[in-house]
């Protein structure tokens, strides 16, 4: 490896040979050359397959809250439903109260 240099033309060399030197470990090491490329190849094979799993699981957590939306929607309809069927019978069950109190008096 080079060392760093502080001149523009020290920086270039170093580059130039650390380049010369990765190129002659390439040639030098084709099998560790050869694995290398494999082993980045499967890494981006499972960044791949993570990045499908992790759409999914979106998918599937965007599926979800639109059900719970959808039942927690029907909950409310049916509870203000039931609210109202009861405020309906203590209107009839206050009017017939009355009426009989009515009828007693006279």
Do not use: F, N, Y
Not at 8 to 36: C, F, L, R, Y
Not at 55 to 65: F, Q, W
């Amino acid at each position: 490896m080079a060392r760093k240099k502080k001149t523009i033309v020290g920086a270039v060399a170093g580059s130039v040979t650390e380049a010369v030197v990765t190129t002659i470990e390439a040639i030098a090491h084709p099998v560790k050359t050869a694995q290398d490329a494999g082993d980045a190849l499967a890494r981006a094979r499972l960044r791949a397959a993570d990045k499908a799993e992790r759409a999914v699981r979106a998918g599937e957590r965007t599926l979800a809250k639109r059900k719970k939306a959808v039942s927690r929607a029907a909950t409310t309809v049916a509870a203000r439903a039931k609210s109202a069927l009861r405020q309906a019978t203590r209107r009839s069950k206050k009017v017939t109260k009355k009426a009989t109190r009515r009828a007693k008096r006279r």
